[in-house]
């Protein structure tokens, strides 16, 4: 006589409901990383232009040179502060896409992590020539 079983067969590893359930931290991470730069960088645009209307200061119509951003910042410059907020804003891409690639490859999936290294180079050299031009 065959047995009777009450339990569902587990799912394959590899199959998409449990994929997807692998991948849920990865998700989080990601939201949380561009939900926290996207905060960071819209407050250190509001401070810097709350700083120029307070002054009376003018804005540039470009950022600092990336040398001078700092020093711009620690004198208590609008244009500076708002620089910073750019610099912020361009980050915040930067480390999403790390925190992507470490997760795909916790969760072991190494050719969507290895694809995530790949955005991340070439993020990285598109920032690296916009700021030192």
Same mark, same amino acid.
């Given at each position: 006589m065959?047995e009777?079983?009450?339990s569902? %067969? +587990? %799912?394959?590893p590899?199959?998409?409901?449990n994929r997807?359930l692998?991948?849920a %931290?990865?998700y989080?991470?990601a939201?949380?990383?561009?939900?926290?730069?996207?905060r960071l960088g819209?407050a #250190?645009?509001?401070?810097?232009?709350?700083v120029a209307?307070i002054?009376?200061?003018s #804005?540039?119509? +470009?950022?600092?040179d990336? %040398?001078?951003v #700092?020093?711009?910042?620690?004198d208590?410059k609008?244009?500076?502060?708002? +620089?910073?907020?750019?610099?912020?804003?361009?980050?915040?891409p930067v480390?999403?896409v790390?925190v992507?690639?470490?997760?795909?490859f916790r969760?072991?999936d190494?050719?969507?992590?290895?694809f995530s290294?790949?955005?991340?180079?070439?993020?990285?050299? +598109?920032?690296s020539?916009s700021?030192?031009?």
């Amino acid at each position: 006589m065959a047995e009777v079983s009450n339990s569902s %067969p +587990s %799912p394959a590893p590899d199959a998409p409901g449990n994929r997807a359930l692998n991948l849920a %931290p990865v998700y989080r991470s990601a939201i949380l990383v561009l939900t926290r730069g996207f905060r960071l960088g819209a407050a #250190l645009l509001a401070l810097g232009l709350a700083v120029a209307a307070i002054k009376g200061e003018s #804005l540039k119509h +470009s950022a600092e040179d990336f %040398p001078d951003v #700092l020093p711009a910042v620690f004198d208590g410059k609008a244009s500076g502060i708002v +620089s910073l907020a750019i610099l912020c804003l361009m980050a915040t891409p930067v480390a999403t896409v790390l925190v992507v690639a470490v997760g795909f490859f916790r969760a072991g999936d190494r050719r969507f992590g290895a694809f995530s290294l790949v955005v991340l180079c070439v993020l990285t050299i +598109s920032i690296s020539l916009s700021l030192f031009r």
